[in-house]
């Protein structure tokens, strides 16, 4: 897919501008607010996921986070924890193992914080059984795991429900709950309507690099399906 042309501003913590020859939309999104991004498949919730990350830049425009400039001074915006389709790991080794090795990248936390963050998100620490081995749920479990292990205050969770089994879903929707309540800053797709509904303070319809508050008739279509 053709990456938007863009601008987006994200500040205290959140708001972004996007900008092309049809559009100009301003978003604030509030400290402790969840927001939830829905629209088809292609239709670019990723790319702005990945945009905001800084993992990919715009065809044209720029990104700001907290008024850094992406690729200025910053290439990846600090204390932000991502989820994004699924996340990378090295298959043979454990998942404490590839939590430790994110870990030393920043070098902010130290075991026991790692141990503390596993089991809060429903995994053994002690289990040595290499990744490649994980169930799906066991895999979503630890890609929330990495995305918090170090207090971020903003996460972005892209389809952290996909395709899960009804208890670890239900595990995982948990956790976000908690740290709504722990005043995270949240943006978060899911296939699932009602999750969005259920979950977020505001939500947002991606269509064509386009992106706008959802309305009833949007609201509709996609509890339709």
Known sequence: ????????????????????????INIDIKKGSTVGIVGGNGSGKSVLFKLICGFISPDSGE????NEK????????????????????ISMYSGI?????LAEINNKIDNDKIIKTMERVGLNP???????????GMKQKLGIAQAIMEDQD??????????LDYKTYQDIKE???????????????SHNFEDIEQICHNIYVIDNGNLK?????????????
């Open 1 to 24: 897919m053709k990456k938007p042309k863009i601008t987006y501003k994200l500040l205290n913590p959140i708001s972004w501008l996007t900008k092309s020859d049809e559009n100009n």
């Open 63 to 66: 990104v700001y986070i907290r």
């Open 70 to 89: 992406l690729g200025d001074k910053v290439d990846f915006p600090e204390n932000v924890g991502v989820f994004i389709n699924e996340p990378g790991y």
């Open 97 to 101: 193992d590839n939590l430790k090795f």
């Open 126 to 136: 002690n289990n040595k059984v290499k990744v490649e081995n994980y169930s799906l």
């Open 154 to 163: 903003i996460l972005i969770l892209d389809e952290p429900f996909n395709a």
């Open 175 to 189: 956790i976000i709950k908690e740290l709504q309540a722990e005043g995270r800053t949240i943006l978060l797709t």
């Open 213 to 225: 508050i959802i309305d009833e008739e949007s609201i509709n279509i996609y509890k339709k399906r």
